[in-house]
Each structure stands twice: as C-alpha cells, then as structure tokens.
C-alpha cells in the first residue's frame, strides 16, 4: 500500500487548505484512512480518520481540530481529503496521510502505513 499525501503550504492565520491522500496497492489491507501530524519537538498525534467502507460512516476528529477541519473520501478516486479551514498557528506541522486496520487509533504505534509528510505551516 502506498500513501501519497499533498497539498500542504504556508498559510496566514485563519486561512484554509486542503490535503489530498490517494492510496494505491492493495487496499483491502486496511480499514480506515486517516491523518496524524507532528509539531516540532512534539510527538505525533492522530488529527482525523475515516472508514473507507461504503457501508460504514464513522469518521472521527481530535478535540483541537473540532469544528475547523472535515475529513471526507472519494472511494472512486482512491482519494481521502482533508479541509482545513481556520488554521492556526499550533496547526504548523507535517501532516502524515495513514491507514491503519484499527478504527481512528490514537497510537502511532498501531498505524500500518505511513504516507510520506507534507508540510503545513500557518504563520501569525
């Protein structure tokens, strides 16, 4: 399975962007798709994550993220994004695109793929 994230940039307070995954391989081998990101100095943390099965609407957001970002997928296309729309200045981190067979783990260590990180940084 192979994660490719884009989408990131430098971005003025309050401003939006929006991440794009596209996952390609053998994607029966994961259940939802989803985003950490790690701050500098900081460790990772799980930002959002979403079922990928048509039948299963489940889509879970961490508490910082809450009303600002909106996870959504494109089954079709392969593609999950990420809206993110209010950014602050704590939002500067790489943002890692993931899938994992757990359901929204918060444990880095439970992911199984990781995509390549694409940077986001909101200035003041």
């Known amino acids: 399975v192979q994660l490719q994230a884009s989408g990131g940039g430098l971005v003025q307070t309050g401003g939006s962007l929006r991440l794009s995954c596209v996952a390609s391989?053998?994607?029966?081998?994961?259940?939802?798709i989803g985003w950490f990101r790690q701050a500098p100095g900081k460790e990772r943390e799980r930002v959002s994550c979403?079922?990928?099965?048509?039948?299963?609407?489940?889509?879970s957001y961490a508490d910082s993220v809450k009303g600002r970002f909106t996870i959504s997928r494109d089954n079709a296309k392969n593609t999950v994004y990420l809206q993110m729309n209010n950014l602050e200045p704590e939002d500067t981190a790489i943002y890692y695109c993931t899938a994992a067979a757990v359901f929204c783990t918060l444990s880095a260590l439970e992911i199984d793929y990781w995509g390549q990180g694409t940077l986001v940084t909101v200035s003041s």
């Open positions: 979403i079922s990928i099965s048509s039948s299963d609407a489940r889509i």
């Open positions: 391989g053998f994607t029966k081998d994961y259940n939802a």
